[in-house]
């Protein structure tokens, strides 16, 4: 069957519930507006034929901007939104294309629609007009009597479901269904569905949604909506070593901490990548800003170039903070957080030019603080906040900027801290150096890249280690 399918993003909305200056669309989520992972959810959907953005009038430069950075070469019409959801969504059908014969609706402000959805609502088209994405509740819904609040009815839970985006239709259905919704005086229409029904156009499907794809929609939101790209965001497809080297060769990379443990490992696999490796151990104090500095610098006078600039020098000492000295805790916060601080401000002009990588080292005790080890866990917290910061204030340089969050590993810090270990339950590093070096293939930015124990066998498998 010959079909075209349309999608329109509905984007011209206040977001009044949001309470920010800016609509929730356009507010930016580890680097990027929200509006820009919805849209590229249906650029890379190989189902959608063309996206109709519906935008806010005062918006038009934001949306211009990102679809000429992104090459979104599937919006094909942006068309200024009117007072009410509905006649947005009135005004993106209008906009569709002559050749479309369905349509998918869907909100900008839910960026985690998955490809999953939307292939499942585009094959619903065999046997429904109108398509619903629905996820069950997990509260029970009451209904109430509006004036005294008073409960009329509980509903039985497992018949109530749950309405998201998108919304698919054949277009004739639901054009005709806005037809006649304005012939009614009705303009207020929460959702297109909700048209259908009324006119009886046609019965409606359902598909699984997904309780990651929210509508962001008032301020703690936005926290949720961090965290779940945090997850997405953070996924890292491990590479072989063909593609690893074919994507390396002759990189310049800086590995502060490459003497030992996780960085040396990473020195391993730049070098077998046949990356020009330069490793620093104990004697580069990174601490020392203009030490740092001059380092990068002779690199690149060499080199013309560096391209990756890794800081894996760590340190942890077991001690609750009543019997540890301060010049020792100090010492710790200082290693941890401002040596990479360092790292990453003296790195700076280098992957500038490059628009290279630089990657920091944090801890699982980062989400938690762990007694014993405090002044360690607060400062990888700190690391991770400054990783964020950091990423957003270089992202224009076109430098990426990531933490890296190994579980448990087997490291020579590790021993020292906590004895011998079975090893078989710890990480190795060389899973941990072959995930991070996975992600210079990547423009990942910002991210929190966890590496677990469960998925080491794959991280081998994936990369062909130890070679045969
Ligand atoms: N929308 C639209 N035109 C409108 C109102 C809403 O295109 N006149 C869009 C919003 O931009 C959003 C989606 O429809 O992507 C869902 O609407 P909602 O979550 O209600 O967003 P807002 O109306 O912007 O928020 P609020 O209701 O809090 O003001
Ligand atoms: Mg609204």
């Keep these: 069957m010959d079909r075209f399918i349309s999608a329109i993003i509905l984007a011209g909305g206040a977001g009044e519930r949001f309470e920010r200056d800016i609509p929730k669309q356009f507010m930016k989520v580890a680097g990027r507006m929200v509006i820009e992972y919805t849209l590229e959810n249906f650029q890379k959907s190989r189902r959608i034929d063309e996206i109709i953005i519906v935008n806010h009038a005062y918006y038009m430069d934001h949306v211009l901007d990102l679809i000429k950075k992104n090459k979104f070469d599937k919006v094909k019409r942006i068309v200024i939104g009117g007072t009410t959801r509905q ?42 007009d109108a398509i619903d994405t629905v996820i069950p509740t997990a509260d029970t819904i009451v209904q109430i009597d509006r004036e005294s609040g008073i409960i009329r009815n509980i509903p039985e839970r497992s018949a109530l479901k749950r309405g998201q985006t998108p919304q698919g239709f054949k277009i ?31 019965a409606i499907g359902t598909v699984a949604g997904d309780e990651a794809n929210i509508k962001i929609t008032y301020p703690l939101d936005i926290y949720i909506a961090d965290r779940i790209f945090q997850l997405r965001r953070g996924y890292v497809a491990v590479k072989s070593r063909r593609e690893i080297s074919a994507a390396l060769k002759k990189k310049a990379a800086v590995v502060f901490g490459g003497s030992g443990g996780i960085g040396k490992s990473i020195a391993d696999i730049l070098k077998s990548a046949g990356a ?85 080292f944090t801890s699982s005790s980062y989400t938690r603080g762990r007694e014993a080890y405090t002044p360690y866990s607060a400062s990888k917290a700190a690391l991770v906040n400054f990783v964020q910061g950091f990423a957003e204030e270089v992202l224009d340089y076109g430098i990426k900027v990531n933490a890296i969050n ?6 020579p810090m590790r021993f020292k801290n906590f004895g011998k270990e079975d090893e078989a339950l710890l990480l190795k590093a060389e899973a941990v150096a072959i995930k991070t070096v996975s992600l210079f ?28």
Excluded: M
Aim: charged share 25%; hydrophobic share 40%; net charge negative.
């Design 276 to 360: 020009k490796v330069f490793a620093f151990g104990r004697e580069k104090n990174i601490l020392d800003f203009a030490g740092v500095a001059q380092a990068l610098s002779d690199i690149y006078q060499q080199e013309k170039a560096v391209d990756i600039v890794v800081n894996t020098v760590g340190k942890l000492n077991l001690s609750l903070i009543e019997h540890h000295p301060i010049e020792e805790i100090k010492e710790i916060i200082e290693t941890n957080l401002l040596g990479s601080i360092a790292v990453a401000k003296a790195a700076i002009p280098y992957l500038k030019q490059s628009q290279g990588h630089l990657v920091l």
């Design 406 to 411: 190994p579980e448990r590993t087997a490291t």
């Design 172 to 202: 004739e259905v639901i054009k005709e269904a806005h037809r006649r919704a304005l012939a009614d005086k009705i303009n207020n229409s929460p959702d297109d569905c909700n048209l259908v029904l009324k006119y009886g156009l046609a």
């Design 87 to 128: 006649e947005s969504s009135g005004i993106g059908l209008n906009a569709c294309s002559e050749k479309s014969t369905h349509v998918l609706i869907h909100d900008a402000a839910r960026p985690f629609i998955s490809e999953k959805i939307i292939e499942d609502i585009i094959s619903g088209f065999s046997g429904y």
């Design 441 to 468: 293939l990547t423009a990942t930015t910002g991210q929190v890249i966890d590496v677990r124990k469960e998925e080491e066998e794959k991280i081998f498998e994936n990369y062909g280690w130890p070679e045969k």
